[in-house]
């Protein structure tokens, strides 16, 4: 199947400083790629849908001044966490989808820890 | 907009039962339902993908059907063992939109 990487793994922050996680879909390129936030022992909460050269969509309630998302080619998307807050502790993945693939399937990363102290 | 609901949200068993996890979902329009696995602190393993057109998935122990008419697909795990034990995801979508999930089960099997 389809591989997609997350870098990095695990990040620990203070207060008030910006941290970019990288997502990159290895053996295909993704037109559209997806970033979930998960809180502790709850599920994947869609975030904002990212579209290679064109802005990002972003769910209601999700800040887009303060998780800026860019998708500047057809392998790698970022999410920046400007500002980051212990609230913004979280665990971020991100999913992409093979757009020659016929069932629409979402492949994801391995998940970026977050914790901003 | 599409609610994915996972039924029991916990679920403890002892080794060797076969099991049951319940996913409803409320637009039945989907294009594909999937269930996925996930250990603490880890990310997502994809289990069984079902397409629309199709009732049901196999693979191994694990057995996933779909019943788009009433909104509902379940995975049936046979024979389980402790390197079960994990948080069972499903999710849903509709063509190009996302991946919906559930909460959720997290399942334990006891030795």
């Known amino acids: 199947g389809a591989v997609v990487s997350q870098h990095p793994s695990w990040v620990i922050c203070k207060s008030g400083t910006s941290v970019k996680i990288e997502c990159r879909s290895l053996?295909?390129?993704?037109?559209?790629m997806f970033w979930y936030r998960q809180f502790p022992k709850q599920s994947l909460m869609l975030m904002a849908t990212s579209n290679e050269g064109s802005k990002a969509t972003y769910e209601q309630g999700v800040e887009k001044d303060k998780f800026l998302i860019n998708h500047a080619s057809l392998t790698l998307s970022t999410l920046t966490v400007t500002s980051a807050h212990p609230e913004d502790s979280s665990f971020y993945i991100c999913?992409?989808?093979?757009?020659?693939?016929?069932?629409?399937?979402?492949?994801f990363g391995p998940g970026t820890r977050l914790t901003v102290t | 907009k599409q609610e994915v609901t996972q039924i029991p949200a916990a679920l403890s068993v002892p080794e060797g039962e076969n099991l049951v996890l319940n996913c409803s979902f409320t637009d039945s329009a989907i294009y594909n339902l999937q269930w996925f696995r996930q250990d603490p602190g880890k990310g997502l393993t994809s289990l069984l993908l079902?397409?629309?057109?199709?009732r049901e998935q196999t693979s191994g122990r694990l057995n996933a059907s779909l019943d788009k008419s009433s909104g509902r697909s379940t995975l049936y795990i046979a024979a389980s063992q402790p390197g079960d034990s994990a948080t069972y995801l499903c999710a849903s979508h509709s063509g190009n939109t996302p991946l919906v999930f559930g909460k959720g089960t997290r399942l334990s099997v006891i030795a």
């Open positions: 079902i397409q629309s057109s199709q």
């Open positions: 053996d295909f390129q993704a037109t559209t």
């Open positions: 999913s992409a989808r093979d757009p020659m693939g016929t069932t629409y399937e979402q492949y």
